[in-house]
T-cell receptor, first 113, second 115 residues
Framework: GNSVTQMEGPVTLSEEAFLTINCTYT??????LFWYVQYPGEGLQLLLK?????DKGSNKGFEATYRKETTSFHLEKGSVQVSDSAVYFC????????????FGTGTSLTVIP | NAGVTQTPKFQVLKTGQSMTLQCAQD?????MSWYRQDPGMGLRLIHY???????DQGEVPNGYNVSRSTTEDFPLRLLSAAPSQTSVYFC??????????????FGQGTRLTVV
């Protein structure tokens, strides 16, 4: 079936530290991959995406590369800020299933000054 | 352009009551979905629709009904609320782009408590 496994949190980092949140997936078809971010009390917002193997998605200093050989889509940022504190969700969608999305359990990140 | 709008934002129900969570989108997206978010479980798909008049069940459909009479609206009905339905509910919309999928656009959520 289709599923996403991501690193469990919570994660606490000091400002300017390097961030990695691991995400691996299984898919019956050829998925598109996404990272969403959820700030307290809000809905999910798209952070970045990749639609085919070796694509790199990037936004606001965050990056993730679609690795088909390792079925992974790890999220990285070189220098986190306090404003990056949020919950991060890895997700995939399969095009021929009504555009259904499958989400990981989320990783809570807290950045301290 | 409002995007995806959910109402209400908060709701408290008694066990056995019924209610409808409203969702509307103004982006002319063909796909709409309902998810519930529970601690440690991420988002789980309840029901989804690939167009007006077409709906299907997701991973956790029991206790919920949906309909899609227009492209814009996708209400979620709780038939007889149970404490296990206490959760945060998100509506999302998206569209296909050739062979690839676009991202899902989410509403702000409805926090439902069943007592």
């Amino acid at each position: 079936g289709n599923s996403v496994t991501q690193m469990e949190g919570p994660v606490t980092l000091s400002e300017e530290a390097f961030l990695t949140i691991n995400c691996t997936y299984t898919a019956t078809g050829y998925p598109s991959l996404f990272w969403y971010v959820q700030y307290p009390g809000e809905g999910l917002q798209l952070l970045l995406k990749a639609t085919k193997a070796d694509d790199k998605g990037s936004n606001k200093g965050f990056e993730a590369t679609y690795r088909k050989e390792t079925t992974s889509f790890h999220l990285e940022k070189g220098s986190v800020q306090v404003s990056d504190s949020a919950v991060y969700f890895c997700a995939l969608s399969i095009g021929d299933t009504g555009n259904q999305f499958y989400f990981g359990t989320g990783t809570s990140l807290t950045v301290i000054p | 352009n409002a995007g995806v709008t959910q109402t209400p934002k908060f709701q408290v129900l008694k066990t056995g009551q019924s209610m409808t969570l409203q969702c509307a989108q103004d982006m002319n997206h063909e796909y709409m979905s309902w998810y519930r978010q529970d601690p440690g479980m991420g988002l789980r798909l309840i029901h989804y629709s690939v167009g007006a008049g077409i709906t299907d069940q997701g991973e956790v459909p029991n206790g919920y009904n949906v309909s899609r009479s227009t492209t814009e609206d996708f209400p979620l009905r709780l038939l007889s609320a149970a404490p296990s339905q206490t959760s945060v509910y998100f509506c999302a919309s998206s569209y296909s782009q050739g062979a690839w999928n676009t991202e899902a656009f989410f509403g702000q959520g409805t926090r439902l408590t069943v007592v």
